[in-house]
Nanobody, 124 residues
Framework: QVQLVESGGGLVQAGGSLRLSCAAS????????VAWFRRAPGEERQFVAA????????YHADSVKGRFTISGDNAKNTVYLQMNSLKPEDTAIYYC?????????????????WGQGTQVTVSA
């Protein structure tokens, strides 16, 4: 079993930055693929970014490419999502997810473990 806990959400003005953290307990992130998803009010959960635990592969959704960066810290067993140039449309609950399947994935059904989410609100 893996428990994931997200942190770092909050209220920020448009153009600002936040860094989200996803900490794992129960096992290390080694050999796990990790992703961030988000769910805006009234919408379905959408893929944001993913990283293979080797760290040599990352993938970002077009909507965040160039503004958001996913990264990992083996020593801290934590994955981060650095979010810059935030826009009001980035407002959502952000979720961390992981899977032991090899590879890197964008689909929700590929992920077995999910955190409870952290709220990000971007004001205009």
């Amino acid at each position: 079993q893996v428990q994931l806990v997200e942190s770092g959400g909050g209220l920020v003005q448009a153009g600002g930055s936040l860094r989200l953290s996803c900490a794992a307990s129960g096992r290390t992130f080694r050999n796990l693929a990790v992703a961030w998803f988000r769910r805006a009010p009234g919408e379905e959960r959408q893929f944001v970014a993913a990283i293979s635990w080797s760290g040599d592969s990352t993938y970002h959704a077009d909507s965040v490419k160039g503004r958001f960066t996913i990264s990992g810290d083996n020593a801290k067993n934590t994955v981060y999502l650095q979010m810059n140039s935030l826009k009001p449309e980035d407002t959502a609950i952000y979720y961390c997810a992981c899977t032991a399947r090899p590879g890197i994935f964008r689909a929700r059904y590929e992920y077995d473990y999910w955190g409870q989410g952290t709220q990000v609100t971007v004001s205009a």
